[in-house]
């Protein structure tokens, strides 16, 4: 009896073990021949001329485990109100795809389907596939579609990935355990994220400056503008300047920024896309307020001299003031006053003030400058007789020389 019940539990400690192995491998199977978690998407649409159309196809691994791909194809709806009665054809971009020796060589347009049809190239054996990337994805490749004409204007692609037989399935195929498996698409993990623009949107500016005064900056003859222009528009537009009249030139860009000179400027703005153009145009003023600035410290003209200095009085009214100014390169002087007031305790003394301002070209006015000549009198006057050169002895009866000696 005992060595039945031992049998027995041998036996059932055998049967454990073995389910225990069997689920182990299950579990390990299901792990390891798990669909890997992944987005297929539509991305970094641009129109690159009026006529064409590019986009990215990715594909990117969300799970734990690598993802070997094994094959991919898809089928894009597009919006066939973009045609404008011209021919479409597809292209794959040179070198755009990161797949290796799994690049798509073939894509079809169909037009009686409005469908974007990539085909799948033979997969590899197992082992031998690419390894998608976690982040940020590998592009399958960029398409180009191009049109004879040029494409409907503010009507968007809306591309769009197809799931069903007809037109044509997106379908993503991963090697698992070493076969070839079929993964579950749909709009959960297959997706446009293309901006899907209007195509073809002629420039319209929705900001455009008013005309704009400002006064030259200190010591200069211009100045610096700086104000915002912008315009809307698909594909974005670009802008160029061009200026005329007290400023010239022109360059990419807006001109914002620019150094304006003096007077008026005609700045026009042009932004231009595949579409079409637009302008905007106005007015930059720039006026001098800028006063002349005198060169001379005050009273450096100023002059002391006694009045028998002929030579030092003639130098010195001679002087004048100089000015610069910002604008204008030779100030106009201006003798505003010159007034000589006598010394009533000397006959000889006298002080004479003379008073200069500047003007420029625009009408700004210095402040004023004296000039101050003093002239003195303090030398007494020198005999030039000698003592007693002068001394007379007279008859009485000698009227003539005692008038000669009294004159």
Not at 81 to 100: H, K, R, W
Not at 357 to 379: E, K, L, P, Y
């Amino acid at each position: 009896m005992k060595i039945r019940i031992h049998n027995q539990m041998k036996n059932i400690t055998k049967n454990f073990l073995r389910i225990t192995f069997l689920l182990l491998a299950i579990f390990t199977f299901f792990q390891t021949n798990a669909q890997n978690p992944f987005n297929f998407t539509i991305k970094n649409d641009a129109q690159t001329s009026n006529k064409v159309l590019e986009f990215d196809l990715y594909l990117q691994d969300l799970g734990s485990t690598p993802f070997e791909l094994a094959a991919v194809q898809a089928g894009i709806t597009v919006n066939p109100a973009i045609y404008n009665g011209g021919t479409i054809t597809m292209s794959i971009v040179p070198s755009s795809s990161e797949l290796g020796v799994q690049a798509p060589t073939n894509v079809i347009w169909s037009l009686s389907q409005n469908t974007i049809k990539l085909t799948p190239v033979t997969p590899p054996a197992p082992g031998n596939g690419i390894i998608l990337s976690t982040s940020p994805g590998t592009r399958i490749c960029r398409l180009r579609m191009t049109n004879t004409n040029a494409f409907t204007a503010n009507v968007p692609a809306n591309l769009t990935f197809n799931f069903t037989t007809s037109p044509y399935p997106t379908k993503v195929f991963q090697f698992i355990g070493g076969s070839n498996t079929q993964l579950t698409t749909d709009f959960s993990n297959t997706f446009s994220l293309a901006d899907n623009n209007p195509l073809n949107v002629t420039p319209v500016f929705t900001t455009c400056p008013s005309d704009i005064s400002v006064n030259t900056a200190s010591g200069m003859c211009s100045n610096t503008v700086s104000y915002t222009a912008t315009a809307s528009g698909y594909p974005t537009p670009t802008y160029t300047y061009k200026l005329g009249g007290a400023t010239t030139g022109s360059g990419s860009g807006t001109g914002s920024g620019l150094a304006f000179n003096k007077g008026i400027t005609y700045d026009t703005i042009t932004a231009t896309n595949y579409a079409g153009t637009a302008t905007c145009i106005f007015t930059v003023t720039v006026s001098d307020n800028e006063a002349p600035v005198i060169t001379n410290s005050a009273g450096n003209l100023d002059a002391n001299l006694q009045c028998s200095d002929a030579t030092g009085i003639a130098d010195a009214l001679a002087l004048a003031p100089t000015a610069t100014d910002n604008c204008t390169a030779t100030p106009t002087i201006h003798l505003v006053s010159d007034v000589n007031t006598p010394d009533v305790s000397c006959a000889n003394a006298y002080v004479r003030v003379r008073t200069w301002n500047f003007t420029d070209g625009n009408g700004n006015t210095s402040t004023n400058f004296v000039q101050t000549i003093t002239v003195i009198d303090n030398t007494a006057p020198v005999l030039v007789n000698t003592a007693g050169d002068l001394d007379a002895n007279l008859q009485c009866s000698d009227a003539t020389g005692i008038a000669d000696a009294l004159a």
